[in-house]
Structure formats: structure tokens, C-alpha cells
């Protein structure tokens, strides 16, 4: 039964949604009315801009009118799988991440390395991990034809599908053979999440835990609407399909550059059924610099077009009306960046020139202009269920617009070629890879400037009409100038993502004394290391990482050595009266490890790839509340919720005894440092402890160093590729503050 306030929810927001397709209409006609006569060219290009807009948002709410939230049973034994996992000039560390995730999968399957690169090392990687190994001498048709090549090679009833980066959760299978029951059903979907959180295309905020993805609302909301409809289509990686059902069209589609949609239509069109499901069953990784963002975008929009111009889409036999509106609008999403160039440059040519494309402009124009921008965006935000995001999606929209705009010529080429989106790269962006924003920047600054001139000497516009362009240039500017500042201050350090994972760790030999301490933003290459004792500033060192398949021996030599400044004197009382403790003063040690052979970090890379731990642990979300919902909860609660606060990376080494006795055997786990008189801690466990159990907890990185009374308020299994892990909720009070000497 649907609660009452998600009932209320959903009402008020079909309400707004409602509300937006009714009087938007009105708005349209009302404008035609208000056309410049001595401009007639202008006034219709701003007029079809905003037809067009009206046009995609309908459709759009059409997609998202309804979610599906499928499930299935649990597959039948004895099904035949194969897994593919196509490469091409991907590394051999980059595909060890994936390989030994699909060899992992719990349900019987085989898994193939597609190498259309024809490369040795690959050859080895296969042979060292036992998976099948395939290779072509020339690669005709690219991605589909290199799929194509191994399916004239397997044998098995289905084929799972996964881009060399994208690392498979070991419930994979399990969770998504069980749809293929059906016969009717020709593939099923699931998301593609990426693991590597400081993306071109992430964008996390600094105090909240909050990360918006421009895929998002694709994965988290379109999809599941296109589903309702049987048109969610094949995304080309995350996905099983059944192998009947792709030689009934001959394969996997080719001729196009976008072979996951073509396929997708082609399937469709036989009378098959799709399942999306929307659960995150495998994390790849996402272009890291803006030049490769763009080139992806460009290859989907062009091959967007190429399949629009092969199978038709509106017109389209053997797809059913909601299909063709389906795909219609996935494909006429590239469009948009024609329509985005309209309203970038349109008040620059009015403040420049004095021509308006519009003969009305005051309180009537006001009266009819400001409902239907507002309700434009406040439809967008609940239709998306909060996973919109306007502000950034406006930035997004200004990013990618010129690219979109060309991919609508260029997709009617014949001859496109397949290109491999570089997802790694090291070379800070460059100027040259947002000119077209910046031409918008200088553009609406140059507008302003010449308009304001023009104005004041020769009242070339109206006053209202002068300060309504001057303030649409403005957000234009402000647009621009974040897409360009956030584009040009990123830096790309790693060749590795660093997972903001905090483990517990030892440093040094049990004989010789150990240093208990914190291991952060680690990831196979190395990692960071806190502790409240100084070791050498630089050589090797060993040590052990806590895992949750046990502890994990290293060799790592120290690459850099940073000491924090010491917290102030004032600092720290606020701290103690805000119930919190001062903190020693951390040293912290960049260690790289020195792996003797590329197995000994497989149980490292097994747990880091292939699960959403990294969310779990530190509360990440991305849906945000709506308006709707905002003020639902707030009239329901007397109070509106509020997104809760994280203090990053503020993380604690802990040793604790689950019965709450001292003498036990010490288990290690890590706590979040948080105002502990006011809300329970987050316990990080390698091991399962019932509610409402009491533990005793021995805090290292607090001054004096803590023994407190925890006990267990909420548990949580948190899966991962090699073993669970525990993340507790638990209320503590101090036992006593002496110093604790005890040393583990």
C-alpha cells in the first residue's frame, strides 16, 4: 500500500506536471500574437525554439509518466552464459579489474576477452585468469562486429555484455537470469554506474553528501519509464541477452556507430521484450577529461541519426505507437543543441542591434512569460523525480551544445568511424576543448557592454526590453563561465581511481612495534596513510590492510610525507564544547605499493571493484527532494527534510571487543568522527554484531585517547566481490578519559 504522503507526492506533482502541459500551450498562442513585424525571421526562430522545447518536454513526460520497479525469480539451473567483454586498446590493468569480477560471477558461466587489438599481453591476461581468449586480424564493424565474431564462436543460450572498464557485481546473473524465463523477452538491462566519483560528468558537493551525475536521470528515471512501454533499450554493456533472439536480426546491428540502440530497434521490431532493471549491478569507468565526455556524446548523437536514417523511427514497421514516441524522443534529445544556440546568442543580437523578436514587453508579457518559465522548470524537476538537477543540468546543457548540434549533421554521413572513448587521461583540459562556451562568455560580455553603450547615447531598446536582455545575457554568461571555470581548474593526477574508502591498517613488524593507523584514497597503486606516529619520511615499508576476506600483506615504498598544522588552541576549545574532543596532530604518508606479482593485489582489487561500497559507507545519494516533496513532508512533519551533513575523510582506527569485556581477542574496525553526544557513529565492521549489543571501543587519533561504551542501534550487510562488510549505527559514552596506554 503507497503511504499517504507518497500519494499526496505523486498527485501534486501529476498536478504540476498537468499544469505545465495545459498552459504552455496557451503561452504558445498567446505568442504568436507578439511577433515583430519588422523581424519576422527572428521572431518565428525564437517562437519554433520554444515549440520545440514544448515538443520534447511532452514527449519526455510521456516517457516518465510511470516507473517499473520489475523483479524476478532467481534463474533456473543449467542455463548455458558466456560472457563478453570486447577490447580494444584498453590497459591490462584495466581489464584485470574486470576480468577477475566476471570470472567471480556466482552463477556457471564462461568468460571470453574479445581482443580486437590482437595484443599479446591480453592473450596472457586470458590465460592467467582462465578465461577464453578471441582475437581478430582486421576489425570490420568495430564494437558489433567484434560481438558478432564471438557469437559465431560460443555456444551458450545467452550472452552477458561488458565494456572492458565496466567491473560485473558477483550477483550479476543471478539477479537478471531469472527474466529470461520469459522467451518473449530478448535482453535485460541494467544500469551503467561508474565507480571513478571525480568525473567530468560527477559533480559532488563539498560539505553535503550529495553527487549529481549527468547520466542520472537517464539510468534513475528514463529508462524505468521507457520500460513501462517495452522500449528500454540495450545500452551495450550491463546487460545479458538471449542469444535466439539476436540471430533471429542477424547479430548485433551494424552499419551504425551506436550499435546498442540499432540493435535495440532491430529486436523491437521483431516483437521482443525488454526488461530494464533498475538495481546497480556493475560500475564502470567514466570519461575523466572533458575532450572525451564530448566525443562519446558526439559517437551517440551521430549514431543516433545513422539509426534514425536506416530503421526509421516514426514511421517505422513493427514498432508499436509508444515505441516510435519512445525512441522519437531519445533522439531528438540531440537536437536540443540547435534550439540551446538560439537562446545563447539571441540576447546578444538584441542588445547589439535593437532588434526584438517580440513587439510586446511589459506587465502583459510578464503576466504570461513568468508562469509558463516557472512552471517549465518545476515540471522538469518533478517528472525527474528529483534526479533533474536544473541548475547543473543548464550547465550541461551549455557544455555539450555545439557538440550535440554537429552530431546532427555529421550522424547523416555514411562513413563514421567507431572510436574508443579514452577514459583516462592525464593532460589538464585545454582552452581549445570549450571554445564554443567561451564564445558564448565573450559573446554575452561584449553584448552587455556594446548594449548598455548604445542604450544610454541612443535608447536604442526600451528599458524594459534593455534590462530583460541584459539579465537573459547574464544567465547566459553564468552558464558559460561555470561550464569554462570548472572545465579548466580540474587536474587529472592519477592514472587510478583512489577509492575514499578509510580501512584500518598496520605499519610494521610485530616484532619491532606497529603503528595502528588509517588507510584512504587507495586503489591497487597506492594509497594514504594517517597515524598519530611518525615513521620514516621515506624507504619501504610493510604493513597489512584490513579487508573483509582477512588481512592483506603489502610492501610499499613511502612517496611523500605531509604533517597538518596542529589545530589551534581556540579551535580546540570549541571542539570540547561542542562535545567533541581535540584531535593530535595526524601525520599522514603516501605509500605506493610494490606488488611482487600483479595476483598479490588481486584480493584488494576484488574488493575495491564491482560494488557501491564507497556510497554506502560515506551516505552518498543523488536524488534530492523536490518541491513537491518538500512541501508535502513539510506540512506532514512541520518540517521540510533536510539533507544530512558529512565531515569527509574524518574517520577514526578502532579496536573493539564485541561483549564489551576487556580481554578478548581485538577486533579492528573504523568510526566516524562525529559529535558523539549528539548522534550515533558510523561503524565501519568486518564481521556481523546484533542490535542493541554492547561493544567497548578503543579510539586511536583523539587526544586523550578514548575508551568508550558503544552500543549497537543498526546494521547494515554492505555486499562486495569478495566478502560483506558492516556498517553500524552506534551511541556512545565515555568509560573514563585517562590516557589509554594499551598498544595493539
Request: glycine share 6%; charged share 20%.
Amino acid at each position: 500500500m503507497v503511504p499517504a504522503s507518497n500519494r499526496a507526492v505523486t498527485r501534486l506533482r501529476a498536478l504540476i506536471v498537468l499544469a505545465f502541459l495545459v498552459y504552455a500551450p496557451y503561452y504558445l498562442i498567446w505568442r504568436l500574437g507578439t511577433f515583430n513585424p519588422d523581424a519576422p525571421f527572428f521572431s518565428w526562430l525564437i517562437w519554433g525554439a520554444e515549440v520545440f522545447g514544448y515538443l520534447t518536454a511532452v514527449l519526455h513526460i510521456f516517457m516518465v509518466s510511470r516507473l517499473t520497479s520489475p523483479r524476478a525469480d532467481p534463474p533456473p539451473p543449467g542455463l548455458t552464459v558466456d560472457v563478453f567483454i570486447p577490447t580494444y586498446n584498453e590497459s591490462v590493468n584495466l581489464l584485470r579489474h574486470t576480468l577477475l569480477a566476471a570470472a567471480r560471477m556466482e552463477y556457471p558461466h564462461q568468460t571470453w576477452l574479445l581482443d580486437d587489438g590482437n595484443r599479446p599481453e591480453m592473450a596472457a591476461l586470458a590465460k592467467e585468469l582462465g578465461c577464453r581468449y578471441l582475437a581478430r586480424t582486421e576489425n570490420t564493424d568495430a564494437k558489433a562486429g567484434n560481438l558478432n565474431n564471438a557469437l559465431a564462436r560460443s555456444k551458450a543460450d545467452f550472452v552477458a555484455v561488458f565494456d572492458a572498464d565496466h567491473v560485473p557485481h558477483k550477483d550479476f546473473l543471478n539477479r537478471t537470469l531469472g527474466f529470461l524465463r520469459d522467451e518473449k523477452v530478448a535482453f535485460v538491462q541494467t544500469p551503467q554506474d561508474f565507480y571513478n566519483l571525480d568525473s567530468y560528468q560527477h559533480r559532488r558537493h563539498r560539505r553535503l553528501s550529495y553527487i549529481w551525475t549527468e547520466q542520472s536521470l537517464f539510468f534513475r528515471v528514463i529508462q524505468r519509464g521507457k520500460d513501462r512501454w517495452n522500449s528500454a533499450y540495450f545500452c551495450g554493456s550491463c546487460a545479458v541477452l538471449r542469444r535466439s533472439a539476436l540471430e533471429s536480426i542477424g547479430g548485433f546491428a551494424t552499419g551504425t556507430v551506436t550499435e546498442d540502440l540499432h540493435t535495440s530497434i532491430r529486436l523491437h521490431k521483431q516483437g521482443y521484450k525488454a526488461v530494464y532493471y533498475p538495481v546497480s549491478l556493475a560500475f564502470g569507468l567514466a570519461p575523466n577529461s572533458v575532450r572525451a565526455f564530448l566525443l562519446q556524446r558526439q559517437r551517440w548523437g551521430q549514431g543516433a541519426m545513422q539509426v534514425w536514417r536506416k530503421e526509421g523511427i516514426l514511421f517505422s514497421r513493427g514498432l508499436t505507437m509508444p515505441q516510435r514516441l519512445n525512441y522519437l524522443a531519445s533522439v531528438l534529445t540531440y537536437f536540443d543543441g540547435w534550439q540551446k544556440a538560439i537562446f545563447y546568442i539571441a540576447p546578444a543580437v538584441v542588445l547589439m542591434t535593437g532588434v526584438m523578436p517580440i513587439s510586446v514587453l511589459g506587465k502583459d508579457f510578464l503576466m504570461h512569460f513568468i508562469p509558463f518559465y516557472i512552471l517549465c522548470f518545476w515540471a522538469y524537476e518533478e517528472a525527474g523525480r528529483g534526479y533533474g538537477g536544473t541548475v547543473l543540468t543548464e550547465q550541461y546543457n551549455m557544455a555539450r551544445f555545439a557538440t550535440f548540434a554537429l552530431a546532427t549533421i555529421g550522424g547523416f554521413g555514411r562513413r563514421l568511424k567507431f572510436t574508443v572513448t579514452q577514459k583516462i587521461s592525464l593532460e589538464r583540459d585545454r582552452p581549445r576543448t570549450v571554445l564554443p562556451q567561451l564564445f558564448v562568455l565573450l559573446l554575452s560580455i561584449s553584448a552587455i557592454v556594446i548594449g548598455a553603450v548604445l542604450w544610454r547615447s541612443q535608447q536604442h531598446l526600451s528599458a524594459g526590453a534593455f534590462w530583460a536582455n541584459v539579465i537573459w545575457a547574464s544567465i547566459n554568461l553564468g552558464l558559460a563561465g561555470a561550464v569554462v571555470r570548472f572545465t579548466l581548474r580540474r587536474k587529472h593526477r592519477r592514472r587510478e581511481y583512489r577509492f575514499p574508502i578509510p580501512l584500518p591498517a598496520f605499519i610494521g613488524k610485530l616484532e619491532t612495534g606497529r603503528v595502528l593507523g588509517l588507510v584512504e584514497d587507495i586503489s591497487a597503486d597506492g594509497c594514504r596513510f594517517i597515524s598519530e606516529k611518525p615513521m620514516a619520511s621515506e624507504g619501504s615499508v610493510n604493513g597489512e590492510i584490513f579487508l573483509p576476506s582477512g588481512r592483506m600483506p603489502f610492501t610499499a615504498s613511502i612517496s611523500r610525507h605531509h604533517e597538518p598544522m596542529t589545530p589551534s588552541r581556540d579551535s580546540r576549545a570549541k571542539t570540547s564544547e561542542s562535545g567533541g574532543r581535540a584531535s593530535r596532530k595526524k601525520l599522514e604518508y603516501g605509500l605506493a605499493f610494490q606488488w611482487k606479482s600483479a595476483n598479490d593485489a588481486a584480493q584488494l582489487e576484488n574488493f575495491l571493484y564491482g560494488s557501491d561500497v564507497q556510497w554506502q559507507i560515506l551516505d552518498l545519494h543523488e536524488g534530492v527532494t523536490t518541491p513537491v516533496a518538500w512541501a508535502v513532508d513539510l506540512f506532514a512533519s512541520g518540517k521540510g527534510e533536510r539533507v544530512s551533513e558529512i565531515s569527509p575523510g574524518e574517520w577514526l582506527p578502532v579496536i573493539y571487543h564485541p561483549s564489551g569485556k576487556d580481554g578478548e581477542q581485538d577486533r579492528f574496525a573504523v568510526l566516524s568522527r562525529t559529535d558523539w553526544a549528539r548522534k550515533p557513529a558510523r561503524l565501519i565492521m568486518f564481521e556481523p554484531v546484533p542490535p542493541d549489543s554492547h561493544l567497548k571501543l578503543y579510539i586511536f587519533g583523539h587526544m586523550p585517547r578514548d575508551r568508550v561504551l558503544g552500543t549497537v542501534t543498526e546494521v547494515q550487510k554492505l555486499p562486495t566481490t569478495i566478502a560483506d562488510i558492516y556498517l553500524s549505527r552506534v551511541t556512545l559514552e565515555p568509560i573514563h578519559t585517562d590516557e589509554i596506554t594499551r598498544q595493539p
